[in-house]
């Protein structure tokens, strides 16, 4: 079962994604999220970083929801959530 104990998450705003983790056991697994599904998400327009991470904050139990049903179909090691996974 896949977990998130780190609260920690950055915005890459060159690459357009967030990045956090979480833990299956021992094991990392790395997330990105692209910044049109937060962007759909949070109903967010482009704009600074700061309100990516604030609407990453606010919509996290979902954002998490979604990481945890992908992890399961594809159990790799760094997993990509687009707007397809809401």
């Known amino acids: ?3 998130f104990p780190n609260q920690m998450r950055s915005f890459d705003e060159d690459a357009g994604i967030i990045r ?3 833990y299956d056991g021992v094991m990392e697994v790395r997330f990105v999220l692209e910044a049109p599904a937060l962007e759909r ?3 967010l327009s482009r704009s600074p970083d700061t309100a990516y991470l604030d609407a990453f ?3 996290r139990d979902q954002i998490e929801t ?3 049903r992908s992890y399961k179909k594809h159990r790799n090691s760094l997993i990509r959530l687009s707007s397809a996974d809401f």
């Open 41 to 43: 998400l949070a109903g």
């Open 20 to 22: 956090f983790s979480g």
């Open 57 to 59: 904050d606010r919509f």
């Open 1 to 3: 079962m896949i977990g």
């Open 66 to 68: 979604a990481a945890t």
